[in-house]
C-alpha cells in the first residue's frame, strides 16, 4: 500500500506541475485532456479544483463546479501542506461502500497556489488483499498457539510429570518405602527407565522382605533350642532328690540342644561368609574323586552309626577347578541329609558323572524321598519338609540353601531328583574349568606367585 501511495503521490505532483499552465490559463481543454489521459493512466478519477475547492475539471464530468471540502483538499489549498492523501469508504453509484484513496497536491505558479489536482482510486482491491494477509497472520497465530500448547503438554505429560513421579518415588525409597512403583505410560526412554526403576524397586522390596524374613526365622530357630535349655534347667534346680541318670538324662538334652544352637550358628556364619566373600574364592586344581572319598571316610562312622551303608564309587582322576572347603562343605551337607533321611538299613551311595564341561556329584539314597511340592522349596533358607521330626534330628534348613550358595558361587547348581517314599538324588553341577577368573581375583595372585 505504501509502494502504491508513494508512487501516486508522485504521479500527482507531477500532473500539478503540468496542469499550472493551463490552469492559469483557464484553458479547460487542455485540463480536461490532460485530465482523461490521467485518469486513464491511474484507472481513476482525476479533478482539477481552483484555489477555493470549486472542481474545474472532473475526468467523469460529474463533479464540475461543485465545491470539494475533503481533509486532503483542504490541507494543500490552505498551503498547510504540498501534498496529502487519505482513505474515504466511499458508496459507488450502484449503492455498494468500498474504499478509495484521495491523493491531492497543490498547483503552484509563482510560488502561489493557485488550485489543487486530486486523484481519486479504488483501493477496495488492496484493502481485500490486507484484509487476507492480516486473516492469514492471525491463522498462523492461533495456530503457533495451538502447537506450542500441544508442545508444552507433551512436555509436561511425557517429560516433567514423570521425572516428577521418578523423583518422588525415589524418595519414598530412600524412606524405606520399596512398594513404591511408578506408572508412566508410553514407549520412549522416561517410559523404560520408569520400568527399570519398577523393578529396582521390586527387587528392592524383595530383598527387604528376605533380610526381614531372615532375621525373623534365624531369631525363631535360636530362640527354640534356649527355650529347652531354659525348661531344662529349671527342672533341675527347682526340684530335690534328682535321682543321677535323671540329672545325666537332662544334661545330655541340655548338650545337644547346645550342639543344634552351635551347628546353626555355625552354619548361619558360613552362610553369611559364602554370601559376603564371593571375590575371596580360594581356586584350586582338584582331585574331586580324592575329595569325595575323603568326604564318606569321614561320614562312615556317622551312617555306621544309623546301619547306613555308605559307598563310594571311584569314576576316573577327575580334576577340577574349585575352593575345596567348600566344595567339601557342600559334599559334607548332602551326604549329612542323604544319611538323615533315610531309615536304618538304608544305602546312600556317592559318585561322579562327568557331562561334557562339567561334572556331577551324585549323592543317592534309598530314604524317605521328597515331594514335589517340597522340592520347590528345599533349597529355601530355614525350610524343614518335617518340622517336628527335624527337631529330633537336629535340622534346620540351612544345609540344602548353603550348598546351593556354593554351587552359585562355582557358577554351578545343585538339582533333586526324588519321589515320596522312593529315595532321593542329589546332583552338585560344577564346571571343570571352574568358575570364570573374573569373579576371582585372589586366584589370579596366586597363579602369578
Ligand atoms: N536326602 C534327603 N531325603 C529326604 N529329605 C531330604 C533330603 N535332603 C533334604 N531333605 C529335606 O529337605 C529339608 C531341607 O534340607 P536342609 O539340608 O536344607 O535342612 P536340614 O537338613 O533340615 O537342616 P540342616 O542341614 O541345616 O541341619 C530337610 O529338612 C528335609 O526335609
Ligand atoms: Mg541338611
Redesign the pocket.
Known amino acids: 500500500m505504501n509502494q502504491r501511495v508513494n508512487q501516486r503521490m508522485q504521479e500527482v505532483n507531477d500532473f500539478s506541475v503540468n496542469v499550472s499552465g493551463p490552469l492559469s490559463r483557464t484553458d479547460a481543454e487542455s485540463l480536461y485532456e490532460s485530465a482523461i489521459a490521467q485518469g486513464r493512466d491511474i484507472s481513476g478519477r482525476v479533478l482539477i479544483v481552483n484555489e477555493s475547492g470549486i472542481v474545474q475539471i472532473d475526468s467523469f464530468s460529474v463533479l464540475n463546479g461543485a465545491q470539494i471540502t475533503s481533509r486532503e483538499v483542504v490541507e494543500v489549498l490552505s498551503g498547510e501542506k504540498d501534498a496529502s492523501f487519505g482513505y474515504h469508504r466511499i458508496q459507488s453509484e450502484s449503492g455498494e461502500d468500498f474504499w478509495a484513496a484521495y491523493y491531492a497536491s497543490a498547483v503552484i505558479l509563482d510560488s502561489q497556489t493557485i488550485g489543487a489536482a486530486v486523484f481519486s482510486e479504488n483501493v477496495q482491491d488492496l484493502v481485500d488483499k490486507a484484509g487476507l494477509i492480516r486473516n492469514q497472520f492471525l491463522m498462523i497465530f492461533v495456530g503457533a498457539t495451538v502447537v506450542i500448547f500441544g508442545l508444552s503438554y507433551i512436555s509436561t505429560n511425557h517429560i516433567s510429570r514423570p521425572l516428577a513421579q521418578l523423583r518422588e518415588s525415589a524418595m519414598e525409597i530412600t524412606k524405606g518405602n520399596f512398594a513404591t512403583r511408578v506408572h508412566i505410560k508410553g514407549k520412549n526412554e522416561i517410559a523404560e527407565l520408569g520400568k527399570v526403576f519398577n523393578s529396582m524397586s521390586a527387587k528392592l522390596e524383595n530383598l527387604d522382605q528376605q533380610r526381614s524374613e531372615f532375621v525373623s526365622n534365624a531369631s525363631h530357630e535360636l530362640k527354640t533350642p534356649l527355650a529347652s535349655i531354659k525348661i531344662l534347667t529349671e527342672s533341675l534346680l527347682y526340684q530335690d532328690n534328682i535321682p543321677e541318670n535323671v540329672y545325666k538324662e537332662f544334661l545330655g538334652d541340655i548338650n545337644q540342644e547346645i550342639d543344634r544352637l552351635t551347628?546353626l550358628i555355625n552354619?548361619l556364619l558360613l552362610m553369611t561368609k559364602i554370601e559376603n566373600d564371593k571375590e575371596k574364592m580360594d581356586r584350586q586344581q582338584v582331585s574331586i574323586d580324592l575329595l569325595l572319598k575323603k568326604a564318606v571316610v569321614a561320614l562312615k562312622p556317622l551312617a555306621d552309626q544309623k546301619d547306613i551303608e555308605l559307598s563310594f564309587t571311584w569314576n576316573q582322576n577327575t580334576v577340577i577347578t574349585c575352593d575345596p572347603m567348600r566344595i567339601r562343605q557342600a559334599v559334607n551337607?548332602l551326604i549329612?541329609?542323604?544319611v538323615?533321611?533315610?531309615p536304618a538299613g538304608g544305602r546312600v551311595d556317592v559318585g561322579l558323572e562327568v557331562h561334557g564341561e562339567e561334572v556331577a556329584i551324585v549323592v543317592k539314597?534309598t530314604?524317605?524321598?521328597?515331594s514335589k511340592e517340597?522340592q520347590a522349596h528345599?533349597?529355601d533358607r530355614f525350610?524343614?519338609?518335617?518340622k517336628a521330626r527335624?527337631r529330633e534330628?537336629?535340622?534346620?534348613?540351612?544345609?540344602?540353601?548353603i550348598v546351593q550358595c556354593i554351587a552359585l558361587l562355582h557358577e554351578g547348581r545343585v538339582e533333586v531328583e526324588?519321589e515320596k517314599g522312593q529315595g532321593?538324588t542329589?546332583r552338585l553341577f560344577l564346571p571343570i574349568a571352574g568358575p570364570s577368573a573374573g569373579q576371582d581375583m585372589g586366584a589370579k595372585e596366586e597363579k602369578k606367585a
Open positions: 551347628n552354619d551337607n549329612d541329609n542323604a538323615k533321611y533315610t539314597d530314604g524317605e524321598g521328597i517340597d528345599i533349597f525350610y524343614r519338609v518335617d527335624s534330628t537336629g535340622g534346620t534348613g540351612l544345609g540344602l540353601y526324588s532321593s542329589f
